[in-house]
């Protein structure tokens, strides 16, 4: 076959720290994909905070060396020794180790395991399903946890309280606040830039805005309580004040650590006010749970909401977009159409 176009990442690594790092986007041959039982002629991918920092070389992504960055693929099937897929079959795949220790979504073409895909529900497009990616799947798998607990929506907004989601302009927080606010919980967002994104979270559900601030600082180890669940993808400080404010009884979400990955929290929310406290690890999330999770959002996603937080970029634009993404001057999802050419997009 011929060549494809793909983002290459080279390190040279000394026990963990990076001594070199490049990335650039370049012609690659078909020897160059690792081995993997289903091929993949790759339409879309997406541009997640992980692979921001991949691209930009910082430790704890890239394991491998050459890598195509990129935890998420949506594509068709051209060849397969799975009997489960077959050609011209529609997928998606969302972590599984591709675009970290496998080459992953940032290239015209993918080979992976056929364990971890997952069909493209027929409701929902390519574009749709790569607008979700990643991020809207750890979101939804948060809300499915939130419902397995008892946070039911007719109840939160009965008490007069509400779910609070962090980090609620990132692609993660964006699709929380649209898939709960569809299913009729009333939200509160979290966001560093309220004047700037209010607008935007509102229009995608949620019911109120707060800065931030009110979160960073080390708190008391019980405050007022606030939250009858929360989606949280910030994690420190953040996560330890969400939990200090959870009401009796409240289920909360980590899924992120954008703050950092220390927890500086006491047992008291646990032991006196029966919070619950659950990690959400879409990497490793069993084939059924990410069909469960599929058929949800295909539900359960309000199409106009999701093309309301979806740019488009091409492969020519990834590692500027990178470099954005880790900035913040990003928000919401950033879809990557590995098929164009800088021009066609605009």
Excluded at 126 to 138: H, L, N, P
Aim: aromatic share 4%.
């Amino acid at each position: 076959m011929s060549d494809f176009r793909a983002i290459v990442i080279e390190q040279e690594t000394d026990g963990g720290r990076i001594l070199s790092h490049s990335a650039e986007l370049r012609e690659v041959p078909e020897t160059f994909l690792m081995d993997g039982d289903v091929t993949i002629a790759v339409e879309y991918s997406d541009l997640n905070y992980k692979d921001g920092l991949a691209i930009a070389g910082r430790p704890g992504v890239a394991r491998v060396s050459p890598l195509i960055p990129g935890i998420d693929l949506v594509g068709t099937v051209t060849t397969s020794s799975d009997p489960r897929w077959r050609e011209g079959d529609r997928v998606v795949l969302n972590g599984d180790g591709i675009g970290e220790s496998h080459h992953g979504g940032l290239a015209q073409r993918a080979r992976v395991r056929g364990d971890a895909l997952v069909r493209i529900p027929d409701s929902l497009t390519s574009e749709q399903a790569a607008a979700i990616g990643t991020a809207g799947f750890t979101a939804m798998l948060s809300v499915l946890a939130l419902e397995r607990n008892g946070v039911d929506p007719a109840e939160v907004a009965a008490s007069g309280s509400s779910v609070l989601v962090t980090g609620a302009a990132g692609g993660v927080g964006s699709v929380a606040i649209a898939v709960l606010a569809k299913l009729g919980y009333p939200v509160t967002a979290s966001t560093g830039r309220p004047e700037e994104q209010g607008g935007y979270l509102t229009d995608l559900g949620a019911t109120a805005i707060i800065d931030r601030t009110e979160l960073e600082e080390e708190g008391r180890p019980l405050q007022s309580q606030r939250w009858a669940g929360a989606v949280d993808a910030v994690g420190s400080r953040t996560l330890a004040n969400v939990l200090a404010q959870t009401r009796y009884g409240g289920t909360v979400t980590a899924c992120g650590l954008a703050q950092g990955p220390d927890l500086p929290a006491t047992v008291l929310p646990f032991i006196l006010r029966g919070v619950s406290l659950i990690g959400i690890n879409s990497v490793e999330a069993p084939a059924a749970l990410r069909e469960t999770a599929w058929r949800r959002l295909a539900t359960d996603l309000d199409e106009e909401a999701l093309a309301a937080m979806t740019r488009f970029v091409t492969l020519d634009e990834v590692i500027p977009a990178a470099e954005d993404i880790l900035a913040g001057r990003l928000h919401g999802r950033t879809v990557v159409d590995v098929r164009a050419q800088a021009d066609v997009r605009g």
